[in-house]
């Protein structure tokens, strides 16, 4: 078992920059693939952001290529979403997850194991 707690959210300006944090328990992070996903209201969740258990072949969603960073510090057992350029689009509840399944990139959310409560990002214009 391993438990997430998002944070970070909140209310920016569009062109603004958040990070959000995703500190895990229970078990050591490098053992996990890990992604970031959102939800805006009256949505299916979508992709946003996911990496290996070694962090190093993250994989985005187009619609956040170049503006979001995944990374991840295994010693502090944490991912972290960096979020530059925020457009108000981006606004949703974002989850981060985790899957047992530390040697893969996975960009479906029925691929993970575990799931963050979420936290509000509101990007106003």
């Known amino acids: 078992q391993v438990q997430l707690v998002e944070s970070g959210g909140g209310l920016v300006q569009a062109g603004g920059s958040l990070r959000l944090s995703c500190a895990a328990s229970g078990r050591t992070l490098g053992n996990f693939a890990m992604g970031w996903f959102r939800q805006a209201p009256g949505k299916q969740r979508e992709f946003v952001a996911a990496?290996?258990?070694?962090?190093?072949?993250?994989s985005y969603a187009d619609s956040v290529k170049g503006r979001f960073t995944i990374s991840r510090d295994n010693a502090k057992n944490t991912v972290y979403l960096q979020m530059n350029s925020l457009k108000p689009e981006d606004t949703a509840v974002y989850y981060c997850?985790?899957?047992?399944?530390?040697?893969?990139?996975?960009?479906?959310?029925?691929?993970?194991?575990?799931w963050g409560q979420g936290t509000q990002v509101t990007v106003s214009s």
């Open positions: 997850a985790a899957a047992d399944r530390p040697l893969l990139v996975l960009t479906t959310p029925r691929a993970y194991n575990y």
């Open positions: 990496s290996n258990g070694s962090g190093r072949t993250p």
